[in-house]
């Protein structure tokens, strides 16, 4: 007779995030690197920074630097119309990112998750990775790739030009 399989074999890790997205592409953030997904409340502008930073706004009682998403990633040419925002944090910054849409919590069984496929090329450096579902793919958007790129961070303009 066949030896019964040990159920350590049964385990699957799953992954949780949060679905959003952002320039007509599915995308999923670890809920390590996001903490929610809120209403947008009025911005503040601050002058002399990039189009694509919105202001700062309160949330949830902190003030928080709002950047476009969709703004950065194609270079100022779409605008995000969402009304929600991607509550980040890491390297000591925290901040939000308004999205187009949110898709709600997810979870993936680690399984599905494949190398990164090709996303829209505007999206490209911050994929690390895209997640087979039923549904279609979700690219899992790094936001750790985001807050370590040189042009997000310095959201202030270049005072040369």
Not at 39 to 54: A, M
Not at 134 to 139: H, I, L, T
């Amino acid at each position: 007779s066949s030896a019964p399989v040990p159920l350590a074999n049964a385990y699957v890790e799953y992954w949780h995030g949060a679905a959003f997205e952002v320039l007509g592409v599915r995308c999923v953030v670890s809920l390590r690197e996001a903490r929610k997904i809120v209403d947008l409340t009025p911005t503040i502008s601050v002058p002399g920074t990039k189009q694509w930073v919105r202001g700062i706004a309160n949330i949830g009682g902190r003030v928080l630097s709002i950047s476009d998403l969709s703004a950065f990633l194609s270079r100022g040419e779409k605008l995000s119309k969402g009304k929600q925002v991607l509550l980040i944090s890491g390297r000591g910054i925290h901040s939000g990112l308004v999205i187009d849409l949110s898709l709600g919590g997810v979870r993936f069984s680690s399984d599905q998750l494949q190398e990164s496929s090709a996303v829209d090329a505007r999206l490209q450096p911050f994929v690390s990775g895209v997640f087979e579902t039923d549904e279609g793919e979700y690219a899992v958007f790094s936001i750790e790739k985001l807050l370590h790129d040189s042009d997000f961070v310095e959201a202030g303009l270049d005072q040369a030009n």
